[in-house]
């Protein structure tokens, strides 16, 4: 599968953003979804995951609360909605797909990722 995400840009803290990524090759249904971000000089951080189905979704407790991650499988995009943003959130942000469903923070268990996209958020 391949994984385009998009979205990301330069906003001002406090605000909101949501970040997409679309998939294409196979059944998107097929793979749960994960969102990541790595900032300069880090290592690469998870955020977020959603089931197949979508019935079920997973956060990393230094987000929770301010991110939603949701799916469209008519669609084939999964969905990060960002709120109250800060400038330690500035990073290049990635979606990934796995095709297991064992529900895991950890880069190496997702099978497939997209390019990033870039968010910049300023003070």
């Known amino acids: 599968v391949q994984l385009q995400a998009s979205g990301g840009g330069l906003v001002q803290a406090g605000n909101s953003l949501r970040l997409s990524c679309a998939a294409s090759?196979?059944?998107?249904?097929?793979?749960?979804m994960g969102w990541f971000r790595q900032a300069p000089g880090k290592g690469r951080e998870f955020l977020a995951r959603?089931?197949?189905?979508?019935?079920?979704?997973y956060y990393a407790d230094s987000v929770k609360g301010r991110v939603a991650i949701s799916g469209d499988n008519a669609k084939n995009t999964a969905y990060l909605e960002m709120n109250s943003l800060k400038p330690d959130d500035t990073a290049v942000y990635y979606c990934?797909?796995?095709?297991?469903?064992?529900?895991?923070?950890?880069?190496?268990?997702?099978?497939?990722w997209g390019q990033g996209t870039q968010v910049t958020v300023s003070s």
């Open positions: 990934a797909a796995d095709r297991t469903t064992i529900v895991t923070t950890s880069p190496k268990a997702y099978d497939y």
């Open positions: 090759g196979r059944t998107f249904s097929n793979y749960a």
């Open positions: 959603i089931s197949r189905s979508g019935g079920s979704t």
